[in-house]
C-alpha cells in the first residue's frame, strides 16, 4: 500500500515519542509499504512561535535571544534522547542547529523593524515543521530507513497568498508533489515533510491554518494517490462521545466523511474538517490510528455511508463554553440582507459562528460563538447594527453548550428529534437554541453549560452507543 502518515504534535513532544514514531514507521515499512511521512511541530510550538513574533514586533531583543536559547535546547535534548547513532545525531543536530539561527535572524529584523506583516509572520510560525521535519528524519536514519526531510514547498505544495490560512492549487500542486516525492517512493525512500506549512507560486512561504498538518497530509495523498492517510494520535479512533463524559463510549469503525466533518466541527478535534473535506473530495480513505495500539484498524472514514439497521445516531458530541448572540427587532422581518450583514460583521471581526438559528417570525436572528470571542461580538453588532432602525437590541448570554447529535441513519428516519428532545425533557434539560442541516445528518441544540454532561449521558444512553 502507498500510506501517507501523519504524526501530531503531542507524538513527538520528546525523545520517548520520537522513538515511538520511528519504530511505527520502520514497522510498516519493513512490511513493504512505500510511505510518506507528514510532521507536525513539537507540542506547544506553534503558538510560542506566535507569541515570540508578537514581542518581536515590540523590539523585545532579548526575548528573542532567550527563545532561540531554549528551542535550541529543547529540540536537541529530544535528538539526543532518541538518536543513538553519533554521526546521525551531529548530522541532525547541525540541521536543525542552521535553521534556528535563521528564525534567529528572522526574528531580530522584525524586532529591528518593529513591524509583523501576515508574511512574516507565516514565515516565523513555520519554523516548529521545518525543526520537526529533520528531527524525525534522523530518528528514521539510526533505525535503518534512508529518508529525506522536505518543507511543504519543497514537497511540492502550492497555495495562493492568503497568508495565515492559504488555500492550494491543486492542479498545479498535484504535479509537483508527483514531481517531488514518486522518485524517493521508488528508491524506497521516505519523505519526512514538513506540515502546515507550504509556499505560493513565487516561493514564498504560506501556511495551511490551524489543523494544517492533517491538511497537508490529504493534500499529499490526493496528489499521489495514495490508498489510505493515516492520522496517529493519541485515541483509539473517533468515538461515539468524548470518553471523558461519558465512560461507556466506544470506538466507532467506519464513519463517512460527511457524519466526521459534522463530528469534527460541533467538538470531536481529533480530525481537522479541511484535511476531511479534501480527503472526501478526492476520494481518499482517511484513517484514524492509535499510537497506542499500531496493530489495531482505528476508524476508517470514507465516502461510503454505512447505516446499520437500527444504528440511527453514530456520535453524540458538545462544546462547550459557548456565548448565544440575539440581534432582534420587530424591522428585521422581510430584510433578509440584515441576516448576511450580521454574519459579514463577525467575518470581519474573525469571529467563528457555530450555529445559527432565527425564529419563522423573522423578528430575531441567534448565533452560536466561542465565549472568547463574545464580547467583542456584541460590541462590534452594537457599533454597526444599533445606529439603525432594523435592530433593537443585540443580547449576549454566557454559560453554555451545544450539543450535536449526528448521524447519516437519520436521514428520512421519522421521529429522531422528537426522541432526542423528549430524552431532554426526562432529564429536565431546558433548550435555548435548535438547528437542523437540510442533510439531516446532524441535530444540534443549545443547553446551559451545567446541564451538558447529563445531556451527552442521557443521549448516548437513549440511543444504546455504548453497547
Not at 466541527?265 to 480530525?271: K, L, M, R, S, T
Amino acid at each position: 500500500m502507498k500510506i501517507v502518515m501523519k504524526f501530531g504534535g503531542v507524538s513527538i513532544a520528546d525523545g520517548d515519542g520520537l522513538r515511538r514514531v520511528g519504530t511505527i514507521v520502520k514497522k510498516f515499512h519493513k512490511d513493504g509499504h512505500k510511505l510518506v511521512i507528514v510532521t507536525s511541530a513539537m507540542h506547544n510550538m506553534t503558538d510560542s512561535l506566535s507569541e515570540i513574533a508578537k514581542r518581536a514586533s515590540r523590539g523585545d531583543k532579548k526575548a528573542v535571544h532567550d527563545f532561540r536559547d531554549a528551542v535550541q535546547a529543547r529540540h536537541k535534548k529530544a535528538a539526543e534522547a532518541a538518536i543513538m547513532d553519533e554521526h546521525v545525531l551531529t548530522r541532525t543536530i547541525a540541521s536543525m542547529d542552521a535553521r534556528v539561527d535563521e528564525l534567529n535572524n528572522i526574528l531580530l529584523g522584525i524586532a529591528h523593524i518593529g513591524e509583523l506583516t501576515p508574511r512574516s509572520k507565516d514565515f516565523v510560525i513555520g519554523y516548529g515543521e521545518k525543526l520537526s521535519a529533520p528531527l524525525v528524519q534522523g530518528v528514521l536514519e539510526d533505525l535503518g530507513i534512508t529518508s529525506k526531510a522536505l518543507t511543504g514547498g519543497e514537497a511540492g505544495i502550492v497555495t495562493d497568498d492568503r497568508f495565515g490560512d492559504a488555500a492550494p492549487l491543486m492542479n498545479v500542486t498535484t504535479h509537483q508533489v508527483r514531481q517531488a516525492l514518486d522518485p524517493l517512493l521508488e528508491e524506497g525512500i521516505v519523505p519526512v515533510i514538513s506540515g502546515f506549512i507550504a509556499s505560493t507560486q513565487e516561493g514564498v512561504q504560506t501556511t495551511l491554518g490551524r489543523g494544517g498538518s492533517d491538511y497537508t497530509a490529504s493534500i499529499i495523498g490526493a496528489a499521489i494517490k495514495a490508498d489510505e492517510v493515516w492520522a496517529w494520535k493519541d485515541v483509539d479512533g473517533l468515538m461515539t462521545a468524548n470518553p471523558k463524559i461519558v465512560k461507556s463510549a466506544k470506538m466507532i469503525q467506519e464513519i463517512s466523511f460527511a457524519e466526521a466533518m459534522e463530528l469534527a466541527h460541533f467538538g470531536a478535534e481529533v480530525v481537522h474538517p479541511k484535511a476531511l473535506e479534501c480527503a472526501a473530495k478526492y476520494l481518499r480513505p482517511f484513517r484514524v490510528k492509535s499510537l497506542h495500539d499500531p496493530e489495531g484498524k482505528g476508524t476508517i472514514i470514507q465516502s461510503e455511508v454505512k447505516v446499520k439497521a437500527g444504528n440511527v445516531v453514530k456520535a453524540i458530541t458538545n462544546i462547550n463554553d459557548v456565548s448565544l448572540i440575539t440581534v432582534s427587532g420587530a424591522s428585521m422581518v422581510g430584510t433578509p440582507r440584515l441576516a448576511a450583514k450580521v454574519l459579514q460583521i463577525l467575518t470581519d471581526e474573525d469571529i467563528d459562528v457555530l450555529m445559527i438559528s432565527q425564529s419563522s417570525s423573522e423578528e430575531s436572528i441567534t448565533l452560536a460563538i466561542p465565549k472568547a470571542s463574545g464580547a467583542n461580538a456584541q460590541n462590534a453588532l452594537e457599533l454597526s447594527l444599533l445606529g439603525s432602525k432594523q435592530v433593537r437590541e443585540v443580547a449576549i448570554e454566557d454559560g453554555l453548550s451545544i450539543v450535536a447529535v449526528v448521524g447519516a441513519g437519520m436521514k428520512g428516519t421519522p421521529g429522531v428529534a422528537a426522541r432526542v428532545f423528549g430524552t431532554m425533557a426526562g432529564n429536565e434539560v431546558n433548550i435555548r437554541a435548535i438547528a437542523q442541516g437540510s442533510s439531516e445528518l446532524n441535530i444540534s441544540f443549545i443547553i446551559k453549560k451545567v446541564d451538558a454532561k447529563k445531556a451527552v449521558e442521557a443521549l448516548h444512553a437513549d440511543f444504546k452507543l455504548g453497547e
